[in-house]
């Protein structure tokens, strides 16, 4: 593991940080985007997105950490979906991060992924999409750099289409609409509404509503913002049921909350075919709505 450091001169002043990490510090874009999974991107001892604009004498601080000899494999039984020589599919659990970071080292998918591979020599992860660790469901991961770039190329395309079922805290109005509302970040980790941040746009469709008050939304992703769909349903007085971030935690649902990936279409990156893939939404979320 390595540290970079750069304090942020007036010349640079309102910069964006993904410049300041290209031009000033020389990190490539898989690099950046390795830390941004990895939670490694710092300013002023805040751990940020590359989103944010910088002010002369901000301190920037990377992590920059080697894939290798330090990770280690996490056997445990994975549902893989899809597998051939490019693409990797997994039906993931939760509460299981998605990749290392900081606070988690070795229980994570990236380690379990490692070990169903066979924890081959030089692996590296790629993660096409991510999941919150609170969130279960389809998760592509790419074999190899060449698929990682095709298909991170047709992310918030036609060609690729994500879809989440959630149990939501209340239910909305209408049956079907839009959420078109712009997102910021309110702090390292947490998101907000910002009529000054990045459009966000997320479509769903009440499919069922529970004598219990709680619903059953299938939600659909125009744009790929960080907890995009968490921030929507809270803006809208409805947050994913057990959300401890966005609304309020369920002793139930341990480490988790009621959002599922469930449904995945996308291009093969070298075959060109359509694959598309379904996962149930699991019995403890099932369970919500009696």
Same mark, same amino acid.
């Given at each position: 593991m390595r540290e970079l450091h750069y304090e942020v001169p007036a010349e640079n002043e309102g910069k964006k940080l993904s410049v300041i990490l290209r031009s000033c510090m020389k990190l490539s874009n898989r690099q950046i985007s390795h830390l941004k999974f990895s939670e490694g991107i710092w300013l002023n001892? =805040?751990?940020? *997105?590359?989103?944010?604009?910088? *002010?002369?004498?901000d301190r920037v601080r990377v992590t920059l950490r080697d894939a290798g000899p330090e990770l280690v494999p996490y056997d445990i039984p994975l549902r893989i979906v899809y597998r051939d020589e490019d693409?990797?599919?997994v039906d993931k659990p939760a509460p299981l991060? @998605?990749?290392? @970071?900081? *606070? =988690?080292?070795e229980k994570t998918l990236e380690n379990a992924v490692y070990a169903y591979l066979g924890c081959p020599e030089g692996f590296v992860y790629r993660p096409v999409s991510r999941l919150d660790k609170g969130t279960s469901g389809l998760m592509p991961i790419a074999l190899n750099a060449f698929a990682h770039d095709r298909m991170q190329r047709a992310l918030h395309t036609e060609s690729y289409v994500r879809a989440y079922l959630a149990v939501t805290e209340g239910a909305m109005e209408s049956d079907e609409g839009v959420i078109d509302l712009p997102i910021g970040m309110q702090n390292g980790v947490k998101r907000c509404i910002d009529p000054t941040g990045k459009p966000s746009v997320t479509r769903y469709r009440v499919l069922e509503r529970a004598e219990n008050g709680r619903a059953l939304v299938h939600l659909r992703l125009e744009t790929g913002r960080t907890h995009q769909i968490r921030v929507h349903m809270s803006a809208m007085g409805h947050p994913v049921a057990g959300d401890f971030m966005y609304g309020w935690e369920i002793e139930s649902l341990p480490g988790r909350f009621a959002l599922h990936a469930a449904f995945l279409r996308f291009v093969h990156p070298v075959t060109g075919e359509t694959l598309t893939f379904e996962s149930p939404l699991p019995r403890e979320l099932k369970n919500l709505l009696k």
């Open positions: 001892d =805040q751990c940020v *997105h590359t989103g944010v604009f910088v *002010h002369a004498g693409v990797l599919v991060p @998605s990749i290392r @970071s900081v *606070h =988690q080292d």
